[in-house]
């Protein structure tokens, strides 16, 4: 039965292909396969490696340097103990997550939860949970998604580590972040954040944050700030990409 189901999902599949036509997510070319970015965007995409800063996950420029903290990290040490992103936010990049966030584009959202094992596989502690950043409640129900939500699920599909959607809450509006400036965007979300969840206690754990890009850094230390009052052992934090130009 399970073989007929396989060859049935199959032929469906291939007539969808026909009827529908793959499209890379990032420049429209026509697919001949079932990936979703062509090789040539691919091979565009620069991914984040050694050596990079152990805070915040910025790369250094010298492929001679160590992994240590950055000048930055070291003068305003951040709220979360660790960020990893897995390439930076760039062409072809910024166009598949213009997609994801505006559009619903939500048909990469494997491939990118295939990016994030590489992540967690590379972390020395286990995750107890994974919490995707939240949005507030007018914002999701205009959007009517949350691709970090989305994003979180998948890799909980993916890993088995357990994701808490609504644990961590945005309980004040607040300025979209790409209006403002660095600084301003510091001050912008302070307090926003609040855990909610009463049945599950953080003390001691390990718990990843998860969201879909990382400029300032500054979302993410305001979910981390709210999540340390819980007391977890650690805090990390995971995104897709890195934007260097902020």
Request: some cysteine; proline content about 5%.
């Amino acid at each position: 039965m399970s073989t007929e189901y396989g060859v049935t999902r199959t032929i469906i599949q291939r007539a969808l292909n026909i009827l529908l036509p793959q499209v890379c997510r990032a420049c429209g070319c026509l697919l001949k396969n079932s990936d979703k970015i062509c090789n040539d965007c691919f091979c565009k995409i620069r991914w984040i490696g050694k050596p990079h800063c152990t805070i915040c996950g910025s790369p250094f420029e010298s492929s001679v340097a160590v992994s240590h903290p950055c000048p930055e990290c070291l003068k305003r040490k951040p709220a979360f103990d660790w960020h990893r992103s897995c390439v930076l936010y760039e062409e072809p990049v910024n166009r598949i997550l213009y997609h994801l966030k505006y559009s619903a584009g939500m048909d990469c959202i494997g491939v990118f939860a295939e990016w994030f094992e590489k992540i967690i596989g590379e972390q020395t502690v286990k995750a107890d949970y994974l919490i995707p950043v939240p949005l507030s409640m007018g914002r999701l129900r205009r959007r009517s998604y949350n691709q970090s939500v989305e994003l979180a699920k998948k890799i909980s599909h993916r890993t088995g580590i357990p994701v808490l959607i609504h644990s961590l809450q945005k309980i004040r509006k607040t300025v979209p972040q790409t209006e403002l400036p660095r600084e301003e965007r510091l001050k912008n979300l302070r307090g926003a954040f609040a855990w909610k969840e009463k049945k599950i206690c953080l003390k001691d754990k390990n718990v990843f944050l998860i969201d879909d890009v990382f400029t300032t850094g500054s979302t993410l230390n305001a979910c981390a700030s709210a999540l340390k009052l819980q007391k977890p052992a650690m805090v990390g934090a995971m995104t897709i990409a890195l934007n260097l130009r902020h």
